[in-house]
T-cell receptor, first 109, second 116 residues
């Protein structure tokens, strides 16, 4: 079966750095996405990785290791507005998105 | 440039009833995907429409059906509603010709369906 695992909840302090991990087992791989979702709102795109390595975009970076079936999202200089759920999603061999359950990130002052 | 819009925002239905949810894609997009998101869970893929045809389908029963119109807008229909159908229903649009290149899907605000 297809499976995506990420921690249920994480807590971090404003101004700090946090890393959210995602491991996956899917039927094929055509890229991995990270989305941010604030409570009661639609997911918004953060990043896309299809090759191994680190993609940096401002305060957010995403890393992929295809051989390990592993990705992480790194958030730097945390702000209170970063409190949200972070969803990892893998595009499988049918170009269908398989989603994790999301990691709820709580930022404390 | 209008983003993805969905209607209605909220809906309350009774078990056994039928519901129709609507989605208008982002301007210029031709592909619409529907997802069901239960509370505290990630989205679950229901199906995708392109050129007015259902192109892919997730693991959902036939009670879930859809349609895409010539203007690319789409409807999701759910028959014989069950309590377990209560969820946030998300519509996402994209461009078929480049969606395989990592082009992200744009999500609408969702329709919150409550079945009592």
């Amino acid at each position: 079966g297809q499976n995506i695992d990420q921690p249920t909840e994480m807590t971090a302090t404003e101004g700090a750095i946090v890393q959210i991990n995602c491991t996956y087992q899917t039927s094929g791989f055509n890229g991995l996405f990270w989305y941010q979702q604030h409570a009661g709102e639609a997911p918004t795109f953060l990043s896309y990785n299809v090759l191994d390595g680190l993609e940096e975009k401002g305060r957010f970076s995403s890393f992929l290791s295809r051989s390990k079936g592993y990705s992480y999202l790194l958030l730097k200089e945390l702000q209170m507005k970063d409190s949200a759920s972070y969803l990892c999603a893998v595009m499988d061999s049918n170009y269908q998105l398989i989603w994790g359950a999301g990691t709820k990130l709580i930022i404390k002052p | 440039d209008a983003g993805v819009t969905q209607s209605p925002t909220h809906l309350i239905k009774t078990r056994g009833q039928q519901v129709t949810l609507r989605c208008s894609p982002k301007s210029g997009h031709d592909t619409v995907s529907w997802y069901q998101q239960a509370l505290g869970q990630g989205p679950q893929f229901i199906f995708q429409y392109y050129e007015e045809e259902e192109r892919q389908r997730g693991n959902f029963p036939d009670r879930f059906s859809g349609h895409q119109f010539p203007n690319y807008s789409s409807e999701l229909n759910v028959n014989a509603l069950l309590l377990g159908d209560s969820a946030l229903y998300l519509c996402a649009s994209s461009l078929e010709r480049i969606q395989r290149e990592g082009y992200e899907q744009y999500f609408g605000p969702g329709t919150r369906l409550t079945v009592t």
